[in-house]
């Protein structure tokens, strides 16, 4: 089916939205139990390249989504075990890791790059909702894994705000003092989560080197982890606004497609950066609610603190 203008710039500000989603996502259950992964850009190629490469040494695509989840995890384990266990700077630390990611991935990807994905993420279409006029086809024929990002925010939210085990989280990222006083293992769970985390960002990037590029390529995020940071301050540290501020910008993303097909006369470099003027943008309206409104800000209290058992 043919698409206007529009719909196919909507669908691809959904595409291109989809591992900012992954990874806002992932960041967000960081920071929840109060740890700020600045270093998410190099867990997301991690995602990218050992999903890719889990994928071509087994031609199953299974393999390729659990490869990134479980090196993104593991991945971001290193950084917990820096800035949790051993309380390192949580800043300082993802720098590192940032680094890390930028050269272990480069070279784990060195024999791969070019090669065409052999079993890439599949497009579903949903039967019945597809064939709605004007916006079945925009929002009911996609890759798989875009109905999974989607669904990764949903489900967040209901386990912060809908489980008891929810509360003992929130209560780490706001006061991990009082959360161990009650019995709740601050340490145990802040490593877990940043983890678990990590796997989310993981399938961001395997979103790209299995889905929409289906190809590795070095340094391929192109700034899309620091986009995801900004996402978790756009949407307040709330779950549900990940959704809005994903698509947000992956609508920003998409209006250099756009833009081609209807040759509008304006320079692609200029809408190529777009999406990290709104980040800046972002960073500079939180960094001033910060600073003249602390009350306003929804972030967790703790957030960025590490915490040391009886003092």
Do not use: C
Not at 141 to 160: D, G, N, T
Request: aromatic share 12%; charged share 10%; no cysteine.
């Amino acid at each position: 089916m043919e698409l206007d203008l529009w719909q196919e710039t909507l669908l691809q500000a959904i595409v291109l939205g989809t591992p900012l989603l992954f990874v806002a996502s992932g960041e967000l259950l960081g920071q929840k139990v109060g740890v700020f992964n600045i270093g998410i850009e190099g867990v997301m190629l991690m995602g990218a390249v050992a999903g890719f490469v889990g994928m071509h040494e087994s031609s199953n695509i299974a393999i390729g989504i659990l490869s990134a989840a479980v090196f993104g995890a593991l991945f971001s384990s290193l950084f917990a075990l820096a800035t949790v266990v051993f309380r390192a700077n949580q800043v300082v630390s993802g720098f590192g890791l940032w680094l890390l990611g930028l050269g272990l991935s480069s070279q784990i990807g060195r024999g791969y790059t070019g090669i065409r994905a052999s079993n890439p993420i599949e497009r579903w279409e949903i039967p019945l909702l597809h064939d709605i006029p004007i916006f079945g086809p925009v929002l009911f024929a996609h890759l798989w894994a875009v109905y999974l990002a989607f669904l990764s925010p949903l489900l967040l939210w209901f386990i912060l705000q809908r489980t008891r085990h929810g509360l003992n989280i929130r209560s780490i990222g706001e006061d991990p003092a009082a959360a161990d006083t009650t019995g709740v293992a601050v340490t145990a769970w802040r490593f877990l989560y940043v983890s678990l985390g990590g796997g989310l960002v993981g399938l961001g990037g395997a979103f790209l080197s299995l889905g929409t590029s289906q190809t590795f390529t070095q340094f391929m995020t192109s700034g899309l982890g620091w986009i995801g940071l900004a996402i978790v301050m756009f949407a307040g540290w709330q779950p549900l606004r990940l959704i809005l501020g994903a698509y947000l910008f992956g609508g920003l993303r998409a209006l250099d497609f756009a833009a081609q097909s209807a040759d509008w006369n304006i320079p692609s470099e200029f809408l190529a950066m777009l999406p990290f003027l709104g980040t800046l943008l972002v960073l500079l309206v939180g960094a001033w609610r910060f600073r003249n409104r602390p009350g306003a800000s929804a972030a967790p209290a703790a957030l960025g603190i590490s915490f040391f058992r009886g003092g």
